[in-house]
């Protein structure tokens, strides 16, 4: 299970209604269920991610990699509340939405993107 930390030292987690969201493991599992079908020399082959960062008064970071070490460094600079959306680019073309939750497994609710 992969937690992230929040941007801010003491984040007040009742402006923006956090709730529990497990999609990021359910989403993280059908992506590494997905990776295990793909042929081990084209892990990724190409893939794009838009990376919504939260309460950053920035627009969201466009990526493009082609290996799983790539999107791992990506996912690490990742904080509670980021939102990571990932588009495959192959034969079987698949779309993934990580919402990042925080240490407790929560997400806000509404959002501050």
Known sequence: MIRFH??????????HQWEPNVSFDEEFS?????LSTVDDTDIFEDFFCKHWLYCAAT???????SEWEEFMALLGK???GDII?????????????????DEN???PKRGAY
Request: hydrophobic letters at 40%; proline letters at 9%.
């Open 30 to 34: 059908r992506l590494k269920q997905y």
């Open 59 to 65: 627009a969201p970071i466009w990526t493009m990699g």
């Open 6 to 15: 929040h941007l801010f030292t003491e984040p007040d987690l009742s402006i």
């Open 105 to 107: 497994g929560l997400f």
């Open 85 to 101: 959306e990932v588009w495959t680019l192959n034969e079987k073309p698949e779309y993934f939405c990580l919402k990042c939750p």
């Open 78 to 80: 990742a904080n509670a």
